[in-house]
């Protein structure tokens, strides 16, 4: 025999499934949503590609405001049986009017999705 006990523990107003999931955050800052990293992990493959042309791919997303763009830095590389690649990324909120400038770099296995490595601030090189 069973029976919901949370009245005792003054917690009945609880129900199953009520527990908010967390919340995405991207790697490029705590304030794109995740329709924003969505769209800009996008242009995030499109730039890196190996086999592209190495140019900057820019996202935006109009219900948001933010946008961004990606440009790959230098040649792809091998590493742990991971395609990897420099980037320099730009990222900016008309809400906040806030606009950073980070690099990074990301890997992704043979035919598998990218994975940022690292971020941070970019720093102008001395």
Do not use: Y
């Not at 806030?98 to 601030?121: F, H, I, N």
Request: with cysteine; aromatic share 8%; net charge negative.
């Amino acid at each position: 025999m069973s029976f919901p006990m949370g009245s005792l523990f003054g917690n009945d107003d609880m129900a199953t499934g009520s527990i908010a999931p967390a919340p995405v955050v991207s790697p490029l800052g705590a304030d794109l949503n995740a329709e924003d990293w969505r769209r800009a992990k996008g242009a995030m493959a499109l730039a890196l590609d190996p086999q592209g042309n190495g140019s900057q791919v820019a996202w935006d997303n109009p219900e948001s405001g933010r946008r961004g763009n990606f440009t790959p830095v230098g040649q792809p590389f091998v590493d742990s049986d991971q395609i990897c690649r420099a980037f320099l990324a730009g990222v900016s909120s008309p809400v906040t009017g806030e606009a950073r400038q980070l690099q990074g770099t990301a890997c992704r296995p043979s035919g598998g999705e990218w994975t940022l490595k690292d971020v941070k601030p970019w720093q102008k090189p001395a």
